[in-house]
């Protein structure tokens, strides 16, 4: 099927970073268990 989105990375430098940011900012990634995600919807006629 198609797809939307593709699987991809992203890469930029903003200078000295340590490991330990880095590793929060790949945590803080991650979807809650309560939320859905990214979504598209039809909305319904009025």
Known sequence: ???LWAR?????SVGTVD???I????ENQ???DDQE???IT???EP
């Open 1 to 3: 099927g198609q797809h």
């Open 8 to 12: 991809g990375y992203f890469c930029a």
């Open 19 to 21: 490991e330990k940011t």
């Open 23 to 26: 590793m929060e900012y790949i």
């Open 30 to 32: 991650r979807w809650d």
């Open 37 to 39: 995600g990214f979504k």
């Open 42 to 44: 039809v909305p319904r």
